[in-house]
Every structure is written in C-alpha cells, then in structure tokens.
C-alpha cells in the first residue's frame, strides 16, 4: 500500500484518484491518518487535482487541533491502494513522527490521569461517531411541464432559460417537447431535487420568471427516489 512520492506530481495524482469517492483516508471523520498523509505533501495540489486539494484544504482546517484527531498515525505504506509502494522521502515522514511525539494521542506509560481522561473521552467521541451510519438524503425526481406562450416561442431559448437555473440540491435531466394543439409544444423536463433544499414551489417560481418565453409551469409527476 502507499502512494508513490507524495512531493512528487505522480504521487499526488495517486492520491486524487484514491480520494475520488472517499472523504478522508480512513474511515469518515478526520484521523491521524489524514495528518500523516497531510504532513508527507510539499504543499497544496494543483487545482486540476480537485479531490486532493479538497481534501487539503479540509484537512488543513484541522491544523490547531490535529494532534487530537483520533487513531494513531502510521507509515505512509500502511495507507493508500493496495499494489502501489512508498516512496515518498524520508525527510516528511521524519517530520510527521517528530509531530507525532510532540502530540502524542494515546501520551506515555508516564501520562497523569488527567491526560488518560483526555485520552478516553477522545476515544469514545471517536467511536461514538463512527459507530453512527450517514444520513441518508431524502430525494425526489420531478416532472414538470413548462409551457410557452404561443406557437412562435422560441423553445429553444426557453429550455436554455430553464437550466440556468442552478441552486444546490437540483440537477436537471432529460427534457423533450411535446405537442399541445395548435402548433403549440411545451417543454417536458425532468429534474431530480433533495427535499430539504429544493421544492417544488422555488422551481416554478424561478422558471415563470422568464416571463417572456413561459406562460404557465405544471408538476406533471412526483415521485420519491
């Protein structure tokens, strides 16, 4: 296990692809895991490495209390995807441990029973935080049926008018037009939202405001994923 050289760009990438669908090196609250992997990088990753730099960033916010975080820090070559070594020099790792015996977590066979009481409470908001399974996200998926005014509306630039409209919790999906009489189609665009940030009644508003291209905007479908 490891990541290559993590000063180097290759070892870095190593660590962006690892992070793609995971939050923190081990498990999903910041441990002594990530401060050893954080201490072992020259500096921040470049921006096209998004996971990676996300992550620092995140991590870096810990700085004051990283010695506290849970776990105990271990060679780089016992984190990371397995079949890649490390390599990464020793000068990080020599730093990291030097860290690590200022802060030590677990303290010496000569801690003070204040230090134990530290130690376990710790440990126990550790655990009691791992043991608790992520909320799930209530979702939703919407079908709404956005109307123009007349045959002559543009639903081109109707459509186009509709997916500018971002928040968090929303991504549009696919979308057709469908014949209403008369020449006249409306835009059928479908759209999955999380309850708790996104309602129905924020979307119709929003899209009814292109006044100039929308008549009127119906939910013609909702069903909970």
């Not at 910041?30 to 921006?47: E, K, N, T, Y």
């Not at 996300?54 to 079949?83: C, D, F, M, T």
Request: net charge negative; glycine share 8%; proline share 4%.
């Amino acid at each position: 296990m490891g990541f290559g050289d993590l000063k180097s760009p290759s070892g870095v990438k190593v660590l962006n692809d690892f992070l793609a669908d995971r939050s923190y090196i081990e498990g999903y609250v910041p441990s002594q895991a990530d401060v050893a992997v954080f201490d072992a990088l020259s500096g921040a990753p470049s921006a096209d490495l998004c996971h990676a730099l996300r992550w620092y960033n995140h991590i870096k916010s810990y700085q004051k209390e990283k010695g506290s975080l849970p776990g105990v820090k271990k060679a780089l070559g016992q984190y990371g995807p397995a079949g890649v070594e490390d390599t990464t020099s020793a000068g990080g790792d020599a730093a990291a441990d030097e860290d690590d015996d200022d802060m030590d977590l677990f303290g010496s066979d000569e801690e003070d029973e204040e230090t134990a009481r530290i130690k376990e409470e710790r440990l126990a908001a550790y655990n009691a935080k791992k043991s608790k399974k992520p909320a799930l996200i209530a979702k939703s998926s919407i079908l709404l049926d956005v109307k123009p005014w007349d045959d002559e509306t543009d639903m081109a630039k109707l459509e186009e008018c509709v997916r500018t409209i971002q928040m968090d919790g929303l991504l549009w999906g696919q979308s057709k037009l469908v014949p209403v009489g008369y020449g006249i189609k409306k835009l059928q665009i479908a759209c999955v939202v999380e309850d708790d940030k996104v309602g129905t009644d924020i979307l119709e508003e929003q899209i009814t405001a292109f006044e100039d291209f929308v008549q009127s905007v119906d939910v013609a479908a909702f069903n909970k994923i």
